[in-house]
């Protein structure tokens, strides 16, 4: 059980360059999230997903896109690359059930755009 | 709008108790959460209060008023492996995690 895995860890981006972020969960949650933090702050919410084919914006959405095609993996893709997108990204994933509240995080990946 | 505060940074030494505070004005609240992150990684779970009152799980209590958006994590028996951040989060719905900024923990001899 790997629990919840990002790849790449580490990526050095140019402006204006696209790349994905992957994301996957072996746990069968149903719930998935991508947040990023910047240097010294607590995680900001980019998107999350309720379940396949249903994803909604959290509260820094601008400059990303995701999909959620299956129950297992969540890529977070980001076009036309900013410095403002140099972060530490990670993934995380929750059971829906009512009793399971934990979310459970990836090791993230560190993205810097230069 | 959202609002979490946190002190930045707290120190304290090994063997005493720490405690430390959280407020919060947030649109929606459905729990608050308290995650450890050490330097270089992952956040991880440490509690989760829905209700008002205090929870223990071993070592480590967490604090929730409602009427008053405050919540306090206390760390007893501080060891040098608490140096890390703590996390105050509030659950907006869906689990939606609105962040604080963390404080910093420092543990010395």
């Known amino acids: 059980n790997a629990g919840v895995t990002q790849t790449p860890k580490f990526r050095i981006l140019k402006i204006g360059q696209s790349m994905t972020l992957q994301c996957a969960q072996d746990?069968?949650?149903?719930?998935m999230y991508w947040y990023r933090q910047d240097p010294g702050m607590g995680l900001k919410l980019i998107y999350y997903s309720v379940g396949a084919g249903i994803t909604d914006k959290g509260e820094v959405p601008n400059g990303y896109n995701v999909s959620r095609s299956t129950t297992e993996d969540f890529p977070l893709r980001l076009e036309l690359a900013a410095p403002s997108q140099t972060s530490v990204y990670f993934c995380a994933s929750r059971s829906r059930d009512r009793d399971s509240y934990e979310q459970y995080f990836g090791p993230g990946t560190r993205l810097t755009v230069t | 709008g959202q609002n979490i505060d946190q002190p930045t940074e707290m120190t304290a030494t090994e063997g005493a108790i720490v405690q430390i505070n959280c407020t919060y004005q947030?649109?929606?609240?459905?729990?608050l959460f308290w995650y450890q992150q050490h330097a270089g990684e992952a956040p991880t779970f440490l509690s989760y209060?829905?209700?008002?009152g205090l929870e223990e799980k071993g070592r480590f209590s967490s604090f929730l008023s409602r009427s008053k958006g405050y919540s306090y994590l206390l760390l007893k028996e501080l060891q040098m492996k608490d140096s890390a951040s703590y996390l105050c989060a509030v659950n907006t719905g869906f689990q939606k995690l609105v962040f604080g900024t963390g404080t910093r923990l420092l543990v010395s001899p």
């Open positions: 947030t649109s929606g609240f459905n729990g």
């Open positions: 746990m069968n949650h149903n719930y």
């Open positions: 209060n829905v209700l008002d």
